[in-house]
């Protein structure tokens, strides 16, 4: 299984960005999707998670994003979205999708519990 983030880039305080996470390989609509992020000296975040279809498909956010950011899938395209609007400095970060089977719902929020990682897209944010 291999992931593919892109989309990241330079925006300003209130601009909006959207990431897109391709996903190869594997039986994509098998897997929780999420993205996390980590800021300079900093650790690994959780920023959203969508499920397997066998979950639900309903999608959690880490409460700093939540009302701001969006994370969608599209299974025929094998692709999970991460739509970020009023982005603030603080949300600037290297951004990673990450792919899991299995996973259940009280352990979303834990980077061990994905198996499969993109390489990251970097969002800096200006004031």
């Known amino acids: 299984v291999q992931l593919q983030a892109s989309g990241g880039g330079s925006a300003q305080a209130g601009d909006s960005l959207t990431l897109s996470c391709a996903v190869s390989?594997?039986?994509?609509?098998?897997?929780?999707v999420g993205w996390f992020r980590q800021a300079p000296g900093k650790e690994r975040e959780f920023v959203a998670n969508i499920r397997r279809s066998g979950g639900g498909g309903r999608s959690y956010y880490a409460d700093f994003v939540r009302g701001r950011f969006t994370i969608s899938r599209d299974n025929a395209k094998t692709t999970v979205y991460l739509q970020m609007n009023s982005l603030k400095p603080e949300d600037a970060a290297v951004y990673y999708c990450?792919?899991?089977?299995?996973?259940?719902?009280?352990?979303?929020?834990?980077?061990?519990?994905?198996?499969?990682w993109g390489q990251g897209t970097q969002v800096t944010v200006s004031s």
């Open positions: 990450a792919a899991g089977g299995g996973i259940i719902l009280s352990s979303i929020r834990i980077p061990r519990q994905y198996a499969y």
């Open positions: 390989g594997g039986t994509f609509s098998g897997y929780d």
